[in-house]
């Protein structure tokens, strides 16, 4: 019967898969432009075994953006099927496949059979994933990743296994290798859990989690060294600082998102200063909006961008990359400054909500053209998840399941208070996503779900 199920759930997104590799190919080349760096860097390591984008190069050109977790797995998929987007479209779809059975196993620890099928169904039927699995982009590959960390942390807690606890450690740095904005995760992780439960406070459990930290750390070692020897910094990424996430954040909010969507479409656009200016005036009419913030926000994305757009030697360009995420830092700053309390008014209102519940599972070409009735509807969906799972977190407390329940809830917090202060987008959050379908599953198939609500309150 469980093995009957699991082909019907793996049946399921491969399924769902297939559509979406349909649906969005249309936008493979002409949407979605982070694709175009992970597809150079992932031919170039194919060919070359070397991560640079220009192995043909008679010095080294260091990547100053990306780490190499993503590309070395694109890599692997060209280099045995071929430089397309098909491949790896196909890979995707069984990780996503994957990711379905990770759930599966994490629900059945923490919360037994029938929350594990509830998991896993809504995991196979949740479009965000294979939305991105058709695209060459970390989501997929980040999430099966940080999942299977937290497949075996969760073990490890259970069971006490020190192999456990160090394996769980690598499987997180390894995480970070794909999508940087997990480096801190292992290392709160193992000092909140013995802080928060009482069981993990023994002296074997914080050693335990105390070699996690450290081979956590140890694992990011050769990373931190290349960039120390190509660059000359100790640092996750030079060119992939906070700069200008925080810019793009300061920003975030002021205007409507097609607004500012089309205002950045403009300062991409190659016409003069003079041109620019009156197109921003025309738009700012018609949005009946003042032009003043509009003017600045199109000239500094003009400005920093110029930065690393102008050099054309690729290592002057890299060194190029670093120097404008300073300016972004800069300019963010300013912007912060000046207007304190709407920045934490619109980082903590906006940009959670964007970052949690505005998965909008459209081709990108389409998003504009879709009626807000649709999207708001879609919206309301993800709201109603979180509730669920909200309500999955009290139950877990109520059958005093305080390990589980705080492993489930803190990378939940982590990327949020990672990420609100920035740029927020909701594929930023996707890689937990799958706890959100956890803790909602045990809410939804627990008898006592209105009983825990109504205690809750």
Same mark, same amino acid.
């Given at each position: 019967?469980?093995?009957?199920?699991?082909?019907?759930?793996?049946?399921?997104?491969?399924?769902?898969?297939?559509?979406?590799?349909?649906?969005?190919?249309?936008?493979?080349?002409?949407? !979605?432009?982070?694709?175009?760096?992970?597809?150079?860097?992932?031919?170039?390591?194919?060919?070359?075994?070397?991560?640079?984008?220009?192995?043909?190069?008679?010095?080294?050109?260091?990547?100053?953006? $990306?780490?190499?977790?993503?590309?070395?797995?694109?890599?692997?998929? &060209?280099?045995?099927?071929?430089?397309?987007?098909?491949?790896?479209?196909?890979?995707?779809?069984?990780?996503?496949?994957?990711? #379905?059975?990770?759930?599966?196993?994490?629900?059945?620890?923490?919360?037994?059979?029938?929350?594990?099928?509830?998991?896993?169904?809504?995991?196979?039927?949740?479009?965000?994933?294979?939305?991105?699995?058709?695209?060459?982009?970390?989501?997929?590959?980040?999430?099966?990743?940080?999942?299977?960390?937290?497949?075996?942390?969760?073990?490890?807690?259970?069971?006490?296994?020190?192999?456990?606890?160090?394996? =769980?450690?690598?499987?997180?740095? #390894?995480?970070?290798?794909?999508?940087?904005?997990?480096?801190?995760?292992?290392?709160?992780?193992?000092?909140?859990?013995?802080?928060?439960?009482?069981?993990?406070?023994?002296?074997?459990?914080?050693?335990?989690?105390?070699?996690?930290?450290?081979? @956590?750390?140890?694992?990011?070692?050769?990373?931190?060294?290349?960039?120390?020897?190509?660059?000359?910094?100790?640092?996750?990424?030079?060119?992939?600082?906070?700069?200008?996430?925080?810019?793009?954040?300061? !920003?975030?909010?002021?205007?409507?998102?097609?607004?500012?969507?089309?205002?950045?479409?403009?300062?991409?656009?190659?016409?003069?200063?003079?041109?620019?200016?009156?197109?921003?005036?025309?738009?700012?009419?018609?949005?009946?909006? @003042?032009?003043?913030?509009?003017?600045? &926000?199109?000239?500094?994305?003009?400005?920093?961008?110029?930065?690393?757009?102008?050099?054309?030697?690729?290592?002057?360009?890299?060194?190029?990359?670093?120097?404008?995420?300073?300016?972004?830092?800069? =300019?963010?700053?300013?912007?912060? $400054?000046?207007?304190?309390?709407?920045?934490?008014?619109? $980082?903590?209102?906006?940009?959670?909500?964007?970052?949690?519940?505005?998965?909008?599972?459209?081709?990108?070409?389409?998003?504009?053209?879709?009626?807000?009735?649709?999207?708001?509807?879609? !919206?309301?969906?993800?709201?109603?998840?979180?509730?669920?799972?909200?309500?999955?977190?009290?139950?877990?407390?109520?059958?005093?399941?305080?390990?589980?329940?705080?492993?489930?809830?803190?990378?939940?917090?982590?990327?949020?208070?990672?990420?609100?202060?920035?740029?927020?987008?909701?594929?930023?959050?996707?890689?937990?996503?799958?706890?959100?379908?956890?803790?909602?599953?045990?809410?939804?198939?627990?008898?006592?779900?209105?009983?825990?609500?109504?205690?809750?309150?």
């Amino acid at each position: 019967m469980q093995r009957r199920f699991l082909t019907t759930v793996v049946l399921i997104a491969l399924t769902h898969a297939a559509f979406f590799i349909a649906y969005q190919r249309p936008d493979w080349d002409v949407a !979605w432009s982070d694709q175009g760096g992970y597809q150079q860097l992932g031919a170039a390591m194919a060919r070359s075994g070397e991560f640079t984008r220009f192995p043909e190069s008679p010095i080294f050109i260091p990547e100053v953006i $990306r780490t190499p977790g993503y590309p070395a797995f694109v890599a692997v998929v &060209y280099r045995l099927f071929g430089e397309h987007t098909l491949p790896v479209a196909l890979a995707q779809a069984i990780v996503f496949a994957l990711i #379905c059975l990770i759930v599966y196993a994490i629900a059945g620890r923490i919360a037994g059979e029938r929350a594990a099928r509830v998991a896993a169904i809504m995991a196979a039927l949740f479009p965000p994933l294979p939305y991105y699995g058709a695209l060459v982009l970390t989501e997929v590959w980040t999430t099966f990743v940080l999942m299977a960390a937290m497949l075996v942390c969760i073990r490890a807690v259970q069971d006490g296994r020190t192999r456990d606890f160090v394996i =769980a450690g690598a499987l997180f740095s #390894c995480t970070t290798l794909v999508r940087p904005a997990f480096i801190l995760l292992p290392f709160g992780l193992a000092a909140a859990m013995p802080l928060l439960v009482s069981a993990q406070r023994n002296r074997r459990r914080i050693g335990q989690w105390a070699a996690f930290a450290a081979v @956590a750390a140890l694992v990011m070692v050769p990373w931190f060294t290349y960039n120390y020897v190509y660059v000359g910094r100790f640092t996750l990424s030079p060119a992939g600082g906070i700069g200008r996430g925080l810019w793009e954040g300061s !920003w975030q909010g002021r205007w409507p998102g097609r607004l500012h969507d089309e205002l950045t479409q403009t300062a991409a656009q190659g016409i003069s200063s003079d041109e620019l200016d009156a197109r921003v005036r025309t738009i700012a009419s018609n949005a009946g909006r @003042a032009p003043a913030a509009m003017l600045t &926000y199109v000239h500094e994305w003009r400005d920093i961008r110029r930065i690393w757009d102008e050099p054309t030697d690729p290592m002057e360009r890299a060194r190029a990359r670093v120097i404008a995420d300073q300016e972004y830092f800069r =300019a963010a700053m300013a912007h912060i $400054r000046a207007d304190v309390a709407g920045w934490v008014m619109r $980082r903590v209102t906006y940009g959670t909500f964007i970052l949690w519940a505005s998965d909008i599972p459209i081709r990108y070409t389409d998003i504009n053209a879709t009626p807000t009735i649709v999207i708001r509807l879609i !919206w309301l969906l993800q709201v109603v998840v979180l509730a669920a799972a909200v309500t999955g977190i009290l139950i877990l407390v109520k059958r005093r399941h305080y390990s589980e329940a705080a492993l489930l809830t803190l990378p939940l917090l982590y990327v949020t208070g990672v990420h609100v202060p920035l740029l927020c987008e909701t594929r930023q959050s996707l890689p937990v996503k799958p706890l959100i379908l956890v803790l909602a599953a045990i809410a939804i198939s627990s008898r006592n779900t209105a009983a825990t609500l109504v205690q809750s309150r």
